[in-house]
């Protein structure tokens, strides 16, 4: 069976770091572009960052532009998160997903992870 599987939340202070990593298992996502969300409370799942399947571009939710960066690592068939200067509104079940094309629509997105938390403290 195709698992994805997060890691790396936790309980952090405004203005601390925190990666996230998502291991594929099952399949290989070569061809595939992955997609990092996440969910707050209360609200929608939303888009959070991208990167294509070559892994030469990225794109990211206007919220996070210059304090998130995402990564892949075809060989192990990983996705990564860098999250630094994190705030209170980026506390949020964190999801990784993948797509068989570049899209930031959940609905489009066959794969998903089993979520982990992040809670950034004021």
């Known amino acids: 069976q195709v698992q994805l599987i997060e890691s790396g939340g936790g309980l952090v202070q405004a203005g601390d770091s925190l990666r996230l990593s998502c291991a594929a298992s099952?399949?290989?996502?070569?061809?595939?572009?992955w997609g990092w969300f996440r969910q707050a409370p209360g609200k929608e799942r939303e888009f959070v960052a991208g990167?294509?399947?070559?892994?030469?571009?990225?794109y990211y939710a206007d919220s996070v532009k210059g304090r998130f960066t995402i990564s892949r690592d075809n060989a192990k068939n990983t996705v990564d998160l860098q999250m630094n200067s994190l705030t209170p509104e980026d506390t949020a079940v964190y999801y990784c997903?993948?797509?068989?094309?570049?899209?930031?629509?959940?609905?489009?997105?066959?794969?998903w992870g089993q979520g982990t938390q992040v809670t950034v403290s004021s």
């Open positions: 997903a993948a797509a068989p094309f570049t899209t930031r629509s959940p609905g489009s997105f066959d794969y």
């Open positions: 099952g399949r290989t996502f070569i061809g595939y572009a």
């Open positions: 990167i294509k399947s070559s892994g030469g571009s990225t």
